[in-house]
């Protein structure tokens, strides 16, 4: 039986999707970008998957002040 981890990275390689992996304490994520959308999956160690996905244009800012209006609200 698989884990769900490897089912995650065969999907995304199926759709020839490049993913980055990173551990995080006890989980895993597996991060992807795509244009106009970013998706985190994150697998536990109990082989729990949550999916995050963040959609938005890919307008570019230029300059030191666009940096600070990026965190405002944090």
Known sequence: ???N???VM???ES???????KRSG???MLMATLPGKRVEIT???DDTVDVAVFV????????MDAVAK???DE
């Open 1 to 3: 039986m698989s884990s």
């Open 5 to 7: 981890l490897f089912e």
């Open 10 to 12: 065969k999907l995304l």
């Open 15 to 21: 759709k020839r999707v490049s993913f980055t992996i």
């Open 26 to 28: 006890i989980f895993l």
């Open 43 to 45: 697998v536990d160690e």
């Open 56 to 63: 938005g244009d890919e307008m570019v800012e230029i300059g």
């Open 70 to 72: 990026a965190f405002e």
